[in-house]
């Protein structure tokens, strides 16, 4: 069965500090790979998609990047973290336009 | 219009009765439509798919799709304390698309 980590599940970061998130999926092949961020009492906001290795796909341009190094694995980064970027952050899989499945997310404050 | 929008506010309901939610979408063209359940601090977890029009049912939860009037509906009968979380609907878009967006949720709260 198909299995998705993500960590870590919390973490406090200084304004101005980097930050590199990572998600790994178990049990599938070539799937798409999601980031989306949860602000306090607000919706699912699309980061970055991508449908391949080396293949991101960008929803809003900001002080965050993602890569994929390999077929199962998804990383968030930033060179400087800003106090907006707090919030909980998702990684997803899904195989093509199909339901996706969540991580259990990192919920990331910026002090 | 935003994508994937769900503009009703908190819904309270009584234990047993039917808590119904909606979701409109703005492309035409979307294929697939799904509902998560969120819990306090937890990740979503999905509930429904829904790809054709009509309804489609599991358990207490039905989902209604209709494309032509691009809405989808979630009932859920018999409404239990458990069912207390914030629900999101999500649309994938044209086939071959392979973005996910969600709407920004509904909270649900259902009174012993």
């Known amino acids: 069965s198909q299995t998705i980590h993500q960590w870590p599940a919390t973490l406090v970061q200084p304004v101005g500090s980097p930050l590199s998130l990572e998600c790994t999926v178990e049990g599938t092949s070539n799937p798409n790979l999601y980031w989306y961020r949860q602000a306090a009492g607000r919706g699912l906001q699309l980061l970055f998609y991508s449908v391949g290795i080396g293949q991101i796909s960008s929803e809003v341009p900001q002080n965050l990047s993602a890569s994929r190094p390999q077929d199962r694995q998804f990383i968030l980064s930033s060179k400087k973290l800003l106090l907006s970027d707090s919030g909980f952050y998702l990684c997803?899989?899904?195989?093509?336009?199909?339901?996706?499945?969540f991580g259990q997310g990192t919920r990331l404050t910026v002090v | 219009q935003k994508e994937v929008e769900q503009n009703s506010g908190p819904l309270s309901v009584p234990e047993g009765a039917i808590a119904s939610l909606n979701c409109t979408y703005s492309?035409?063209?979307?294929?697939?439509f799904f509902w998560y359940r969120q819990y306090s601090g937890k990740s979503p977890e999905l509930i429904m798919s829904i790809y054709s029009n009509g309804d489609k049912e599991d358990g207490r939860f039905t989902a209604q799709l209709n494309k032509a009037s691009q809405y989808v509906s979630l009932l859920i009968r018999d409404s239990q304390p458990s069912d207390s979380a914030t629900y999101l609907c999500?649309?994938?878009?044209?086939?071959?698309?392979?973005?996910?967006?969600f709407g920004k949720g509904n909270q649900v709260v259902v009174i012993p």
């Open positions: 492309d035409r063209g979307s294929q697939s």
């Open positions: 999500a649309v994938n878009g044209r086939y071959g698309n392979n973005r996910l967006a």
């Open positions: 997803a899989w899904s195989v093509r336009p199909t339901e996706a499945f």
